[in-house]
């Protein structure tokens, strides 16, 4: 069945970096996008960035553009987010998600990760 | 941004009951080419990945219980459980898919009264 495993979060101080992964399993990671969103404590979800199945075209949301990037290793079916510059607005729960098909970039998401706790405080 | 609302934020309701969310988005979302909602509502409980339950407004995700439906179009949309069951305590929330960004309701949670 499928997987997605997050990893990576923790408690770092402003200015701080963080790197995410999301093991992913039981699908051919190859053949899909996917995305990033958080919820930080007591919000609503947020969208953080999108990519491609190939890793051939990001967006991102204007909150993180220019301090988050988003990437993967398809030969290891896994997923990452570079997290720079971390501020407290950053606090948040990290989730990844994946789309339904390869066809799309905008979609529903047909399985969520149960999320990594992200932590910016001094 | 579209910004998606739900109402109630939080609701309870006796087992066997009827309970309905809504979701209310702040333009149409949807397509006139292909008559398409570009919604989706998912189930989230503490603890678990959040669940899709229900997408392009109205269909039923692959072994989600029909008791769970969805409607609606253009802005005003509903989730509905037909007879609440004790599992279905959660939070529920809507997003749209329409256009980029990507955005969500901020949420609606279930008890049982």
């Known amino acids: 069945q499928v997987q997605l495993v997050e990893s990576g979060g923790g408690a770092v101080q402003p200015g701080q970096s963080l790197r995410l992964s999301c093991a992913a399993s039981?699908?051919?990671?190859?053949?899909?996008?996917m995305h990033w969103v958080r919820q930080a404590p007591d919000k609503g979800l947020e969208w953080v960035a999108v990519?491609?199945?190939?890793?051939?075209?990001?967006n991102y949301a204007d909150s993180v553009k220019g301090r988050f990037t988003v990437s993967r290793d398809n030969s290891k079916n896994t997923l990452y987010l570079q997290m720079n510059n971390l501020g407290p607005e950053d606090t948040a729960v990290y989730y990844c998600?994946?789309?339904?098909?390869?066809?799309?970039?905008?979609?529903?998401?047909?399985?969520w990760g149960q999320g990594t706790l992200v932590t910016v405080s001094s | 941004d579209i910004v998606m609302t739900q109402s109630p934020d939080s609701l309870a309701v006796s087992l066997g009951e009827r309970a309905t969310i809504n979701c209310k988005s702040s333009?149409?979302?949807?397509?006139?080419?292909?008559?398409?909602?570009?919604l989706a509502w998912f189930q989230h409980k503490p603890g678990q990945p959040p669940k899709l339950l229900i997408y392009?407004?109205?269909s039923r995700e692959s072994g989600v219980p029909d008791r769970f439906s969805g409607s609606g179009s253009a802005t005003d949309f509903t989730l509905t459980i037909s007879s609440l069951q004790a599992e279905d305590v959660a939070v529920y929330f809507c997003?749209?898919?329409?256009?980029?960004?990507?955005?969500f309701g901020q949420g609606t949670r279930l008890e049982i009264k």
């Open positions: 998600a994946k789309l339904p098909s390869m066809k799309t970039m905008t979609s529903w998401f047909d399985y």
């Open positions: 039981g699908f051919t990671f190859t053949n899909y996008g």
């Open positions: 990519i491609s199945y190939d890793g051939s075209i990001k």
């Open positions: 333009q149409s979302i949807l397509y006139s080419s292909n008559n398409n909602n570009y």
């Open positions: 392009w407004a109205s």
């Open positions: 997003q749209q898919y329409y256009t980029n960004p990507i955005t």
